[in-house]
């Protein structure tokens, strides 16, 4: 179980590592009402985001998030 245990906590650090750097690289969004109707223009028109740079940031956010999560609660039923 040791080594288990020692797998599961570097697979974390390199999760917690990827998701820190995924979403400092992602861009900032606009504030005001400028921003909120160019946001509202880009998600309109915005047919292929998902294969933009933002939305493939996008995208590896959200699969970085569900892998940090789950071997946070994989390595906290192991140490019980």
Do not use: Y
Request: charged share 10%.
């Amino acid at each position: 179980m040791p080594v288990l245990n020692g797998i599961f906590t570097v697979l974390l650090i390199i999760a917690e590592l990827f998701l820190i750097a995924v979403v400092l690289l992602q861009p900032g969004k606009s504030a005001g009402i400028s921003g909120a109707i160019s946001g509202g223009a880009e998600t309109f028109f915005g047919k292929h985001k998902a294969k933009t740079f933002e939305g493939r940031l996008q995208f590896l956010t959200k699969v970085s998030a569900a892998a940090f999560i789950i071997l946070t609660i994989v390595l906290s039923f192991m140490n019980k």
